[in-house]
C-alpha cells in the first residue's frame, strides 16, 4: 500500500504571497489532519477534515484554509503568508470515523515552506 | 487545555547505554498517549501507544507505560544503538470528535558508537 505523500518538498515564498500544499493519503484513508512544525519545536495541530468536511481546527487564523477531495486527498492553503509561517507542514491521514478513538495516523515526510 | 511536557534535550549516549526520556501531560478525561519518532529529513513515525491507565505500549526494544496517578508515559530502551539517533516526540490524542493530536517539543537522541 502506499503511504502518505507530500508535494512539494519544499518550497519559498516572499512575505505576503500566497501557497498551496498537497497531500494523497494513504490508500483507503478517510480522515486526513495538517499539522505545523516550526524549526525545534513538537507539531501543533492546524485542522483535520473527515469525508470532505473540516473536523475541529486548531488556534491557527483563517488565513489557513483546507479542501478533501472526493479521492481524500487534501489541500492545505495559506494567503498573505507570514515569515513565521515558515515551518515543515505536515500531513496525516486515518481510517475511522471520528468517533472511534485512537487511530494510527500515518505521516507524510511534510513541506519545508521557507517565507522571506 | 492539554499540554505535554517532554524533558529536554539533547541526550546523547553510548550504545547499549540505557534510555530514560520523561514525558508528563496534563489532559482532561482519559486520553491516549503516543511516542512518535522523527528520522532526519523525514515525517513522523508511531512508535508506540498506550490507550488506558497502566497498559504498557512497546515496540522495537522501546517501552512505556501509562501511569494515569503521576500523568506520565515515560518512554525506556535497555539497549540503545546507533540507529536509534532521532527526535522523539510524546503526544496525547484528547477524547472528543476529532484526532488532534497534542505534542510534546521532542527530545533530540544522540547515540554514539
Known amino acids: 500500500e502506499t503511504g502518505v505523500t507530500q508535494s512539494p518538498t519544499h518550497l519559498i515564498k516572499t512575505r505576503g504571497q500566497q501557497v498551496t500544499l498537497r497531500c494523497s493519503s494513504q490508500?483507503?484513508?478517510?480522515?486526513v489532519s495538517w499539522y505545523q512544525q516550526a524549526l525545534g519545536q513538537g507539531p501543533q495541530f492546524i485542522f483535520q477534515y473527515y469525508r470532505e468536511e473540516e473536523n475541529g481546527r486548531g488556534n491557527f487564523p483563517p488565513r489557513f484554509s483546507g479542501l478533501q477531495f472526493p479521492n481524500y486527498s487534501s489541500e492545505l492553503n495559506v494567503n498573505a503568508l507570514e515569515l513565521d509561517d515558515s515551518a515543515l507542514y505536515l500531513c496525516a491521514s486515518s481510517l475511522g470515523s471520528p468517533s472511534r478513538g485512537a487511530p494510527a495516523l500515518h505521516f507524510g515526510n511534510g513541506t519545508r515552506l521557507t517565507v522571506t | 487545555g492539554n499540554s505535554v511536557t517532554q524533558m529536554e534535550g539533547p541526550v546523547t549516549l553510548s550504545e547499549e547505554a540505557f534510555l530514560t526520556i520523561n514525558c508528563t501531560y496534563t489532559a482532561t478525561g482519559y486520553p491516549s498517549l503516543f511516542w512518535y519518532v522523527q528520522y532526519p529529513g523525514e515525517g513522523l513515525q508511531l512508535l508506540l501507544k498506550?490507550?488506558?491507565?497502566?497498559d504498557k505500549g512497546s515496540n522495537k526494544g522501546f517501552e512505556a507505560t501509562y501511569r494515569k496517578e503521576t500523568t506520565s508515559f515515560h518512554l525506556e530502551k535497555g539497549s540503545v544503538q546507533v540507529s536509534d539517533s532521532a527526535v522523539y516526540f510524546c503526544?496525547?490524542?484528547?477524547?472528543?470528535?476529532?484526532?488532534?493530536?497534542?505534542f510534546g517539543k521532542g527530545t533530540l537522541l544522540t547515540v554514539n558508537p
Open positions: 498506550a490507550t488506558k491507565a497502566d
Open positions: 503526544a496525547l490524542l484528547s477524547g472528543g470528535s476529532n484526532y488532534k493530536l497534542t
Open positions: 490508500s483507503g484513508h478517510n480522515t
